[in-house]
């Protein structure tokens, strides 16, 4: 079987049983960096806000049999990695067992050294698992006869291992469709940990694939009860559903967009089109896909004002890249990038039409391309009402950009251009249930940058105010933006 180009015997044996670099004080490269974070940041739960974790899993509290099951399958991350090291794709996605994929894996993880999927397997070998020791070639039978021993024992089920990380929150990803059944089930049971649905109502705005939006209204109208037959309707079905979630206990609206709408009104004669799009035998493509989009949104962003909800815009991909695997694997498969569309003019011309309505609500804007990040930080402040603290904030790092070096560079601009003390910190944004060893990794890297700054006197050598910020970045300012319970506080926090 070819994997991986990979050192051989005794030397890689050694590798595997030094110590690691995944110490106490990992990425904490100065005094008040390690009192920051230990003393302000690593004991605080996790408001995970915006995660794609399945709820069906949760509600059973689903089991996991190995762990390339609950690790490997369905990380596009891990993926990407593996074809650029010319693993083939049998050992990825396709038919190789469960072990097979694994040690695929394990061969190549000491190649992707700088890149952060080496940081972020260890912690979650370390942290989850307790493994502390490098994954490669030689450790590989070991660490997965240990951590498959370890998922088949009581706390490592779906819900045991959300509640190793102190989790008090998570905000799922749902289609307007779904009916929240699983929610429900979850609520009912008492669980600790709140687990709300989002709003994601992408597909409704996808004009453009007319068999897939068509077939897409379809179930809108079952969901709905409404019959869907011109853009009133539509918006009626679709406020139904809004309303339904809300009931369900959803205050979160999410949007996965290459870029705001370029248009935003429905003149008479579109409005007309979309009554005769909607017929079977009506055989054209929509003539401005980009003005139902804006105008659809526009409708949906007033219904979240009205019930006070936040709605979050991940603007920027360019998805699906490749149409070899797209066509193989789906979606999802690691073939998309960080796209170059303009940004700013469609983004400010969108907030500004629901704020000259006062109907603007919450909104947290989620950058992917770099090069964007002073537009998208400056573009926040435009927005900010003098009533609702942060109201508008420049999302954390994501996608592409949820490593050290897009974490500094977020939270350096959003510093340089706006207020870095409102902003309501790090979320997953994954499909896994192994991925809250992130929110550690955002906190090391916050309390190191603050504390290289005050060893540079760039700030007051003043553990309790620069640890209260720390606090509220980590944990408090999440609270009280998503309106959720006052929870957890020690009395060192509250003293801040």
Known sequence: MFLCVEPQ???LLHDAMKSTIFHDDFMLQSEMARRLYHGHAAHLPIVDYHNHLPPDELAADKRFETLTEVWLKGDHYKWRAMRALGVDEQFITGSASDQ????????????????????????ELKRIFGIDQYLNEASAAAIYEQANSLLQSPGFSARGLVEKFKVELLGTTDDP????????SIAESGWSVQVLPSFRPDKALQIHDRPLFLAYLKKLEVASGVAIRDFNTLVEALQKRVDFFHENGCSIADHGLAQMPLAMAMSRSLTDEFEDFLNPKYAKAYSNPAAFAGALLLELCRMYHERGWVQQFHLGPLRNTNSRLLAALGADAGVDSIGDLPQALPLAQFLDALDRDDQLAKTSLYNINPAENEAFATMCGNFNDGKTKGKIQFGSGWW???????????????SNLGILSTFIGMTTDSRSFLSFPRHEYFRRVLCNLLGQDVERGLLPDDEAWLGGMVADICYRNAKSYFNLD???????????
Not at 177 to 184: F, I
Not at 486 to 496: N, S
Request: charged share 20%; with cysteine.
């Open 9 to 11: 015997g005794q030397d």
């Open 100 to 123: 097979q994929k694994f040690l695929a894996w394990a061969q190549c993880l000491p190649q992707t050294l700088r890149n952060p999927l080496f940081h972020w397997s260890h912690l």
């Open 177 to 184: 469709c779904d009916n929240l059944e699983h929610h429900r």
């Open 400 to 414: 592409f950009l949820d490593q050290a070096d897009g974490m500094e560079k977020q939270l350096n601009t959003l």
């Open 486 to 496: 006052a929870g957890f506080l020690t009395q060192k926090d509250a003293d801040f």
